[in-house]
């Protein structure tokens, strides 16, 4: 049972990245999916999650209209799509996955992790 996030990098300020999250070992389409990321020094925060079903889909407001989440269960895959991007965004991002109707960003809610990618927004 393991989730891997995929596609970080580097990137200018305007620039965009899409993140991977794919799991293997589970259905990943019977789990939410959330998206989180903690920067040097700071506590990892919430940025998106979608249902297991994708019918419903939350969003922090630092990165409502410039981030997109989704995910394909046929692939077993989840991405978050990151346009418009910041400085500010710079952090290490993960996935992980809890319940399938939940919809939460607190990282208390979620009991499996991927390991991180590392975003890097230069200015």
């Known amino acids: 049972v393991q989730l891997q996030a995929s596609g970080g990098g580097l990137a200018q300020t305007g620039g965009s990245l899409r993140l991977s999250c794919a799991a293997s070992g589970f259905a990943l389409g019977d789990y939410a999916v959330a998206w989180f990321r903690q920067a040097p020094g700071k506590e990892r925060e919430g940025v998106s999650c979608i249902t297991g079903d994708s019918t419903r889909k939350q969003y922090d407001e630092s990165v409502k209209g410039r981030f997109t989440i989704s995910r394909d269960n046929a692939k077993n895959t989840a991405y978050l799509q990151m346009n418009s991007l910041r400085p500010e965004d710079t952090a290490v991002y993960y996935c992980?996955?809890?319940?399938?109707?939940?919809?939460?960003?607190?990282?208390?809610?979620?009991?499996?992790w991927g390991q991180g990618t590392q975003v890097t927004v230069s200015s």
């Open positions: 992980a996955t809890t319940v399938p109707r939940l919809l939460s960003l607190d990282p208390s809610a979620y009991d499996s």
